[in-house]
């Protein structure tokens, strides 16, 4: 595809281009989004809000990157920002030492499918299940995240080991389960 | 501590992450995005409206302010002044219109043969045009109880003979005036008195004013002698209210105002960010080398900047004067630029900014270089508001020095701003802080030229308001100096 034209296109006000765009995007980005959020509802919401700001600011899109990375860029920002204004998600944002859990050196395979693994992420609570997402799978380095979430390093940094902790646990129990089971139990 | 195998394992189930979104997302961003268009083309559409709208008040106010204050005058009693007549009202006869004339006190008023009358005072009125209206009035309609125009051309036939509308108190064509002996009709002393506050034919028309500012509705109803109360009363009034008029010193003027000058961007606070600042996307003024190190980035340079809008001022003492206005401000800056890189048109912020500068719209991102100048131009939509003193009290050449501030919303900007990441200039009305709080100061010289009221002076303008919205960037202020003028129209 020729991004170049469309983009273009899509600043003439295209609605066609603008579709095209949309629909070439949009099923990975609400992947993006599925992450960071509780629910499909929220994910699509903040789909929504992120592809409206595609469109607002594409003008400033040099093509010097990849389109891809940059509305990615621009899904994830919108989903911390959904995340810090929404009231479900601020609690958990706060980084509170009570809810702190422990770091364990474990290593284990990823044998999970795609939508295993993203489901086991996404009921990390929301402030591991952000920093996890940033740091493991963005690659945003510790300071970044920081600057990113307002916290300090450090916090960034110990955050994401104990949610390391807690996901490789929780695939731990999902594969033991699954293999006696078969069948999937919310941890 | 950790083995980056996980994460690369993670990182790989997750980059086959993929839904498929419900079609109310799409519907929704396709909505959203077209109200914004919608939006931005109706504000566009409204601005203009707005502009032309309180230009063409202003101009209605100093239209009106101009007048002399007599008209003024005689615009308010004419306001006042009761129902129109008609020939049908001239036809009415008898002994009812006979008492009309007789409640003036006056019977030295002779009935007029009536026929002749009928058509000729009808003429008389309908030709003579306001004045000859208002004669006929005062000649006898100010005291009808209906407040009707009564059938005075039928009893009076100064107005019925004088179809110039001549000033029934005038007396010298007016045999009327012969009737009306002015030691019996109180209001002829009424509108001596009247007469002394003008002279010729204002004086003419100040005479009108007793009757003219006479109710007709609060004496409607009431009977004759109420009426006649009412016509005593209002006389008395008519010389107060003449006297407030006049005394009405310091009424809101309006006026143009223009100026030109340069602008240029101030930058603070860059010492305690600097790095940050330099590191950042900066803004066109950053000075340091791009990633390719064989382009630079140009400095700002200042360039013209000019002014116009409409400007009222309301003195508020001798020496104290409020003025506000609404100006429309162009700012410009230069800078110097590399070959463009990317051949794209875009929508242009301002419809302003693309019948003006057409060229600057042939690409959206330039490299940094020395290839070409490039003008940034702002447009900013100004409310002023300033206290000016005036300094001596020299009618020659008063000196007058101002101060105030203006709230600005930019209007429209095809400003390049600089990426030191990418290291282009890329164009981004986003990033400008759209509404500007500004402070500014002159000292103006009053120059009277004809009744026409000058004042010009050297003026500084500094924004407070940062011009973008990332302080990463560096604070930078627009910093305006040039040559300030007023113009007021003078009273006549």
């Given at each position: 595809m020729d991004y170049h034209q469309l983009v273009k296109d899509c600043l003439r006000g295209d609605p066609a281009a603008q579709k095209l765009l949309y629909e070439h995007f949009a099923g990975p980005m609400l992947g993006v989004c599925y992450r960071y959020t509780k629910s499909m509802v929220d994910a699509e919401d903040v789909l929504q809000e992120g592809f409206i700001m595609v469109f607002k600011n594409l003008h400033q899109f040099t093509f010097t990157g990849e389109l891809g990375g940059w509305i990615r860029r621009i899904m994830i920002n919108t989903a911390i920002n959904y995340l810090k204004k929404n009231s479900r998600y601020q609690t958990d944002l706060l980084f509170t030492e009570g809810s702190l859990h422990p770091v364990s050196d474990d290593d284990p395979e990823v044998t999970l499918s795609t939508k295993e693994l993203a489901e086991l992420i996404r009921q990390l609570p929301p402030g591991y299940q952000a920093i996890f997402n940033l740091h493991a799978i963005e690659g945003y380095s510790h300071v970044e995240i920081g600057k990113i979430l307002g916290i300090k390093e450090g916090t960034s940094r110990s955050q994401y080991a104990r949610a390391r902790s807690l996901l490789i646990s929780w695939i731990y129990k999902y594969s033991a389960v699954n293999k006696n089971e078969s069948t999937y139990v919310r941890p | 501590m950790y083995d980056p195998k996980f994460e690369k394992g993670v990182r790989q189930k997750m980059e086959g992450l993929e839904f498929i979104p419900s079609e109310t997302v799409w519907a929704n961003v396709q909505k959203a995005v077209a109200n914004r268009h919608r939006r931005r083309t109706g504000f566009y559409f409204w601005r203009f409206v707005l502009s032309g709208v309180l230009l063409a008040g202003a101009v209605a106010v100093l239209y009106y302010e101009a007048k002399p204050v007599a008209d003024g005058a005689t615009v308010k009693k004419a306001g006042v002044s009761p129902a129109p007549a008609t020939p049908g009202a001239a036809s009415v006869q008898g002994s009812a219109a006979h008492a009309t004339s007789l409640s003036r006190g006056t019977a030295t008023v002779s009935p007029a043969p009536a026929g002749t009358a009928e058509s000729s005072a009808a003429a008389g009125h309908l030709t003579a045009g306001a004045r000859g209206e208002g004669n006929a009035r005062r000649a006898g309609g100010a005291f009808d109880p209906t407040g009707a125009f009564r059938p005075v051309g039928a009893h009076n036939p100064a107005v019925a003979h004088n179809p110039a509308g001549a000033h029934h108190a005038t007396g010298a064509h007016n045999s009327a005036g012969a009737h009306n002996g002015t030691g019996e009709n109180e209001f002829a002393g009424a509108d001596e008195q009247l007469t002394t506050t003008a002279s010729?034919?204002?004086?003419?028309?100040?005479?009108?004013?007793?009757?003219?500012?006479?109710?007709?509705?609060?004496?409607?109803?009431?009977?004759?002698?109420?009426?006649?109360?009412?016509?005593?009363?209002?006389?008395?009034?008519?010389?107060?209210?003449?006297?407030?008029?006049?005394?009405?010193?310091?009424?809101?003027?309006?006026?143009?105002?223009?100026?030109?000058?340069?602008?240029?961007?101030?930058?603070?606070?860059?010492?305690?960010?600097?790095?940050?600042?330099?590191?950042?996307?900066?803004?066109?003024?950053?000075?340091?080398?791009?990633?390719?190190?064989?382009?630079?980035?140009?400095?700002?340079?200042?360039?013209?900047?000019?002014?116009?809008?409409?400007?009222?001022?309301?003195?508020?003492?001798?020496?104290?004067?409020?003025?506000?206005?609404?100006?429309?401000?162009?700012?410009?800056?230069?800078?110097?630029?590399?070959?463009?890189?990317?051949?794209?048109?875009?929508?242009?912020?301002?419809?302003?900014a693309s019948s003006l500068a057409p060229s600057a719209q042939s690409a959206t991102a330039y490299i940094a270089g020395d290839k070409q100048n490039f003008t940034n131009h702002y447009y900013f939509l100004e409310l002023p508001v300033n206290i000016q003193y005036q300094l001596n009290k020299s009618r020659l050449l008063p000196l007058f020095v101002e101060g105030g501030f203006s709230l600005a919303r930019l209007m429209g900007s095809d400003a390049l701003f600089y990426n030191s990441h990418s290291g282009v200039y890329y164009k981004d009305p986003a990033v400008l802080q759209k509404t500007q709080l500004n402070v500014s100061s002159a000292v103006m010289i009053g120059l009277p030229f004809h009744g026409i009221r000058i004042q010009a002076g050297p003026q500084v303008q500094y924004g407070l308001t940062p011009l973008i919205n990332n302080h990463s960037q560096g604070d930078q202020h627009f910093l305006y100096t040039g040559i300030k003028v007023v113009i007021v129209p003078g009273r006549k």
């Amino acid at each position: 595809m020729d991004y170049h034209q469309l983009v273009k296109d899509c600043l003439r006000g295209d609605p066609a281009a603008q579709k095209l765009l949309y629909e070439h995007f949009a099923g990975p980005m609400l992947g993006v989004c599925y992450r960071y959020t509780k629910s499909m509802v929220d994910a699509e919401d903040v789909l929504q809000e992120g592809f409206i700001m595609v469109f607002k600011n594409l003008h400033q899109f040099t093509f010097t990157g990849e389109l891809g990375g940059w509305i990615r860029r621009i899904m994830i920002n919108t989903a911390i920002n959904y995340l810090k204004k929404n009231s479900r998600y601020q609690t958990d944002l706060l980084f509170t030492e009570g809810s702190l859990h422990p770091v364990s050196d474990d290593d284990p395979e990823v044998t999970l499918s795609t939508k295993e693994l993203a489901e086991l992420i996404r009921q990390l609570p929301p402030g591991y299940q952000a920093i996890f997402n940033l740091h493991a799978i963005e690659g945003y380095s510790h300071v970044e995240i920081g600057k990113i979430l307002g916290i300090k390093e450090g916090t960034s940094r110990s955050q994401y080991a104990r949610a390391r902790s807690l996901l490789i646990s929780w695939i731990y129990k999902y594969s033991a389960v699954n293999k006696n089971e078969s069948t999937y139990v919310r941890p | 501590m950790y083995d980056p195998k996980f994460e690369k394992g993670v990182r790989q189930k997750m980059e086959g992450l993929e839904f498929i979104p419900s079609e109310t997302v799409w519907a929704n961003v396709q909505k959203a995005v077209a109200n914004r268009h919608r939006r931005r083309t109706g504000f566009y559409f409204w601005r203009f409206v707005l502009s032309g709208v309180l230009l063409a008040g202003a101009v209605a106010v100093l239209y009106y302010e101009a007048k002399p204050v007599a008209d003024g005058a005689t615009v308010k009693k004419a306001g006042v002044s009761p129902a129109p007549a008609t020939p049908g009202a001239a036809s009415v006869q008898g002994s009812a219109a006979h008492a009309t004339s007789l409640s003036r006190g006056t019977a030295t008023v002779s009935p007029a043969p009536a026929g002749t009358a009928e058509s000729s005072a009808a003429a008389g009125h309908l030709t003579a045009g306001a004045r000859g209206e208002g004669n006929a009035r005062r000649a006898g309609g100010a005291f009808d109880p209906t407040g009707a125009f009564r059938p005075v051309g039928a009893h009076n036939p100064a107005v019925a003979h004088n179809p110039a509308g001549a000033h029934h108190a005038t007396g010298a064509h007016n045999s009327a005036g012969a009737h009306n002996g002015t030691g019996e009709n109180e209001f002829a002393g009424a509108d001596e008195q009247l007469t002394t506050t003008a002279s010729g034919e204002a004086a003419s028309d100040e005479a009108v004013i007793a009757p003219y500012l006479y109710m007709p509705g609060l004496a409607r109803g009431q009977g004759n002698a109420a009426a006649i109360k009412a016509a005593k009363l209002s006389s008395k009034s008519a010389l107060i209210s003449l006297s407030t008029i006049q005394k009405t010193k310091r009424p809101w003027e309006a006026g143009f105002v223009a100026g030109g000058g340069l602008s240029r961007l101030n930058r603070v606070n860059l010492s305690s960010n600097r790095n940050q600042a330099l590191s950042a996307s900066l803004y066109n003024i950053a000075n340091g080398p791009t990633s390719s190190g064989k382009n630079y980035v140009s400095d700002v340079r200042p360039d013209v900047s000019f002014m116009a809008g409409i400007y009222l001022q309301k003195g508020l003492s001798s020496r104290w004067t409020l003025n506000l206005g609404m100006n429309l401000h162009y700012y410009s800056t230069r800078i110097t630029i590399g070959q463009p890189v990317s051949t794209y048109v875009p929508v242009s912020a301002s419809l302003i900014a693309s019948s003006l500068a057409p060229s600057a719209q042939s690409a959206t991102a330039y490299i940094a270089g020395d290839k070409q100048n490039f003008t940034n131009h702002y447009y900013f939509l100004e409310l002023p508001v300033n206290i000016q003193y005036q300094l001596n009290k020299s009618r020659l050449l008063p000196l007058f020095v101002e101060g105030g501030f203006s709230l600005a919303r930019l209007m429209g900007s095809d400003a390049l701003f600089y990426n030191s990441h990418s290291g282009v200039y890329y164009k981004d009305p986003a990033v400008l802080q759209k509404t500007q709080l500004n402070v500014s100061s002159a000292v103006m010289i009053g120059l009277p030229f004809h009744g026409i009221r000058i004042q010009a002076g050297p003026q500084v303008q500094y924004g407070l308001t940062p011009l973008i919205n990332n302080h990463s960037q560096g604070d930078q202020h627009f910093l305006y100096t040039g040559i300030k003028v007023v113009i007021v129209p003078g009273r006549k």
